[in-house]
């Protein structure tokens, strides 16, 4: 009986959907049963998504919802949010969004042009 060795796996695929831009930018976070606002920074965004870093200790876990938003150049109020899906040990974690104003839209469209 003859016996070969098994193929190696195929290099593991992107599962994002959408290209991420690294945007560096301070919002303000409110997470859903909590009374404070946290301000982190946008690490990057993405259409259906952002990464958030706290500046220090925030206490966020998987499947809270958090909105965030930041006021853009020309008085205009960016407003998003969506679930918490993964919290890296780091603090950072990874909002996959549902909902977004106008504004919002339109700053994403702004970076992806």
């Not at 831009?21 to 919002?27: I, M, Q, R, S, T």
């Not at 998504?49 to 909105?67: D, Q």
């Not at 205009?76 to 949010?81: E, I, P, S, T």
């Amino acid at each position: 009986m003859r016996f070969e060795a098994a193929a190696e796996a195929p290099p593991s695929a992107n599962r994002r959907r959408h290209a991420r831009v690294a945007v560096g930018l301070p919002v303000e976070v409110h997470v859903d049963d909590s009374a404070e606002t946290l301000t982190v920074e946008m690490i990057d965004v993405a259409l259906g998504g952002a990464r958030l870093r706290p500046l220090s200790e925030s206490g966020v876990t998987v499947n809270r919802r958090a909105t965030f938003g930041f006021i853009v150049p020309g008085g205009g109020k960016c407003v998003a949010g969506g679930r918490v899906t993964r919290v890296q040990a780091s603090g950072e974690f990874v909002v996959v969004l549902d909902r977004a104003n106008p504004a919002f839209r339109e700053f994403l469209r702004s970076l992806f042009v």
